[in-house]
C-alpha cells in the first residue's frame, strides 16, 4: 500500500508562483509514475504532467507547458510541481497519483487558488 499526501497550495496572485510537492510511502517510488491533475469547480478532473517511472521521462499538458515543471527527488520519495506566470484559470483542487501497472493511489489534493 502506498499513501500520498500533496503539500503546498496556496493563494497567489497572478503572475506569481507556487511549488507543490507529493510526498509517497514505499520502498519502490521510483519505479513509480507520478501524475499531477487538477479539478476546477463543476469541471472534470484533467492532466496537468507526469514523471515516469525508472524512464524518467516528464510530459505536461499543453495549458501548462512552459510554465509548470515536474521534478522527482526518489532518496526522498518526493516529487515536486513547480508553477510559475500562474493564471486565474490555473485554480484547483491539484491531485498526485502515483501508479505503477495496476495499482494507483491518490493523495486528497490541495487548493491552488489564483487572484487576478
Known amino acids: 500500500q502506498v499513501q500520498v499526501a500533496e503539500s503546498g497550495g496556496g493563494l497567489v496572485q497572478a503572475g506569481g508562483s507556487l511549488r507543490l510537492s507529493c510526498a509517497a510511502s514505499?520502498?519502490?517510488?521510483?519505479?513509480?509514475?507520478i501524475r499531477w491533475l487538477r479539478q476546477a469547480p463543476g469541471k472534470e478532473r484533467e492532466f496537468v504532467a507526469v514523471s515516469t517511472g525508472s524512464g524518467g521521462n516528464t510530459y505536461y499538458a499543453d495549458s501548462v507547458k512552459g510554465r509548470f515543471t515536474i521534478t522527482r527527488d526518489n532518496a526522498k520519495n518526493t516529487v515536486y510541481l513547480q508553477m510559475n506566470s500562474l493564471k486565474p484559470e490555473d485554480s484547483a483542487v491539484y491531485y498526485c497519483n502515483a501508479q505503477l501497472r495496476s495499482s494507483s493511489y491518490w493523495g486528497q489534493g490541495t487548493q491552488v487558488t489564483v487572484s487576478s
Open positions: 514505499g520502498r519502490t517510488f521510483s519505479s513509480y509514475a
